[in-house]
């Protein structure tokens, strides 16, 4: 017995070596990074940029239109939205805008995809058989309706315990931010207790806050970014109140909020990001419609040794005895 163990053992390892891994195909950006959606060149794309808004560049070159696009966790693919098959739905490619290719097999409306921390699993709002918020593989299989939401709804965000999802749903006729138990399905409203039409949440990189959009008419109707810990305490408002405001990201390391700011009208969508301790803004675009900005710094990786994996299969074959 001890005999195959070892022949099994070493087998597995020498396959974990000389086999080909996809992930060695796609490479993270060696600094930061902030994807983006804008139709500057006349038609909706993905870009990149760095943080401070320099080295804007296209990624995607297709006559659709790319959108939304999320950066898998460690950085080496993007997952986005696109029609280029004739309806909405989700793609995937290497963060260097190649090997672009769909997620699942057959087409549907699937729109503001995000992954899981893990990287395994990736949340969506679809229209399959009727809107909802859904989650799947990243390949497109085993997929799982895991609470409603309404067509105006949606803007699933997965928190970094793996456990929860914020959404927006409907409640009371009004647009709220609720979050999902994924374990046991149960769901409550973030701020129960404040006035309505919350949305776009985004959840803080340790899972301890919510960022998220809020409109209050006691601002002449105005909207705002807000930031609130979990259990909605220490609630307070980041930069200025704007004509639209939209898709808050966090910073990898939590000190910064990116977003999309329209001061004037809808002619006019740029990206801006500031400081949550001090309010400083900045604004990175300045040209087309910029939407969906989502952040990656590949310093922010935890760093873990590749022998993991021959201690974990080893423990499976130890396991078997």
């Known amino acids: 017995m001890k005999n195959i163990r070892l022949f099994v053992f070493l087998c597995l390892g020498f396959g974990l070596v000389l086999s080909p891994a996809p992930q060695i195909w796609a490479q993270a950006p060696t600094t930061a990074k902030i994807a983006f959606a804008s139709n500057r060149d006349g038609n909706w794309e993905i870009y990149l940029m760095n943080p401070d808004g320099s080295q804007q560049k296209r990624l995607t070159q297709n006559s659709a239109r790319d959108s939304s696009p999320v950066w898998s966790p460690d950085g080496k693919q993007i997952l986005f939205v696109s029609n280029r098959d004739g309806v909405s739905d989700l793609y995937v490619m290497d963060a260097d805008g190649k090997r672009v290719r769909r997620v ?35 390949h497109g299989a085993d997929m799982k309706q895991v609470a ?11 928190a970094a315990n793996g456990n929860e999802i914020a959404f927006v749903g409907n409640v009371g006729g009004t647009r709220r931010i609720l979050i999902l138990k994924l374990r046991s399905g ?19 990189p340790d899972g301890d806050k919510l960022a998220f ?15 609130a810990n979990r259990d909605g305490s220490d609630l307070k408002p ?18 910064k909020i990116v977003y999309v ?29 910029n939407m969906t900005p989502a952040w990656f710094n590949p310093k922010s990786l935890p760093v873990t040794p590749q022998s993991h994996l021959l201690t974990t299969i080893w423990g499976k074959i130890k396991g078997q005895d």
């Open 104 to 138: 699942f097999r057959k087409s549907a409306r699937r729109m503001e995809p995000t992954w899981s921390p893990n990287g395994e699993r990736i949340s969506f709002h679809a229209e399959e058989p009727r809107w909802s918020i859904q989650t799947a593989t990243i």
């Open 148 to 158: 409603l939401a309404e067509w105006r709804g949606g803007n699933p965000s997965w």
């Open 186 to 204: 149960g769901v409550h409203t973030f701020l129960p207790k404040e006035a309505s039409w919350m949305y776009a949440p985004a959840w803080s």
């Open 213 to 227: 959009v809020w409109l209050r008419l006691a601002l002449d109707a105005k909207e705002s970014i807000y930031v």
């Open 238 to 255: 980041i930069g200025e109140p704007a004509f639209h405001v939209n898709s808050p990201a966090w910073s990898p390391d939590g000190d």
């Open 261 to 289: 700011e329209d001061a004037k009208n809808n002619d006019d969508r740029q990206i801006v990001v500031v400081d949550v301790e001090t309010g400083a803004q900045k604004q990175l675009t300045h040209q087309g419609l």
